[in-house]
């Protein structure tokens, strides 16, 4: 199988998240992926390994991109392979929690020194 991820030029917007969402959900069923390289999707694929990154506004690439792993199922069936097995490594649930911990820690203790040096 291959999906085309949509393109989003705000990396940071909702939609981007989405996107990167999708696209490691995409990669979790073996899923070759063809996105752009502007996308939060960006980060759930790794080029040519486990799909392909084109530059963004240009609908023709994403086309061809489609069209050349349509054409070459072995190279389809061994990025889907690779996107399972890099995604399984990467965003494994005690992973992406653990990160999520980590990351809100150090917020709390940014604030926590910000409010000490201004007592």
């Given amino acids: 199988m291959v999906c085309a991820a949509p393109d989003c030029h705000d990396s940071s917007s909702p939609r981007a998240e989405m996107a990167r969402l999708d696209s490691a959900r995409r990669t979790a069923s073996r899923m070759s992926t063809v996105t752009t390289e502007s996308t939060g999707a960006r980060d759930a694929v790794v080029a ?8 963004p506004g240009y609908p023709e690439a994403i086309y061809e991109a489609v069209i050349k792993l349509l ?18 490594g990467h965003y494994s649930e005690e992973r992406v929690l653990g990160l999520t911990a980590d990351y809100y820690l150090s917020l709390m203790e940014t604030e926590l020194a910000a409010q000490q040096q201004t007592a």
Avoid: H
């Fill in 71 to 88: 054409r070459d199922p072995e190279r389809r069936l061994r990025m889907g392979k690779a996107a399972r097995a890099w995604v399984t």
């Fill in 48 to 55: 040519e390994v486990t799909g392909l990154l084109i530059p």
